[in-house]
Nanobody, 123 residues
Framework: QVQLVESGGGLVQAGGSLRVSCAASGRTVSSYALGWFRQAPGKEREFVAAVDFSGLRTFYADSVKDRFTVSRDNAQNAVYLQMTSLKDEDTGVYYC????????????????WGQGTQVTVSS
């Protein structure tokens, strides 16, 4: 079992930056790939970014590539999403998730989910 708790969401102006964090707990957190998904109002939840077990490989949706950076700290059992050059369309609830399968962007591979944190970008 892995428990995930997101924090750091909030209101930010377009063009600004924000970092969301996810605290993970459980005996084998470092054995999981960790990812971020988001859900905008009226839309399906979508993949944003993921990092492999070691933290050395990262994966991004095309819409956030070169603007967002995902990282993890296995000593702290945490994963982060640094967001820059934020746009209106980045608004949504951001979810942290854990997967046994490395490199996946498929929600069905992520077995554990946090409760989400709201990010609102205003123009």
């Amino acid at each position: 079992q892995v428990q995930l708790v997101e924090s750091g969401g909030g209101l930010v102006q377009a063009g600004g930056s924000l970092r969301v964090s996810c605290a993970a707990s459980g005996r084998t957190v470092s054995s999981y790939a960790l990812g971020w998904f988001r859900q905008a109002p009226g839309k399906e939840r979508e993949f944003v970014a993921a990092v492999d077990f070691s933290g050395l490989r990262t994966f991004y949706a095309d819409s956030v590539k070169d603007r967002f950076t995902v990282s993890r700290d296995n000593a702290q059992n945490a994963v982060y999403l640094q967001m820059t050059s934020l746009k209106d369309e980045d608004t949504g609830v951001y979810y942290c998730a854990a997967a046994w399968k490395d490199g996946s962007r498929d929600q069905s591979d992520f077995a554990f989910w946090g409760q989400g944190t709201q990010v609102t970008v205003s123009s």
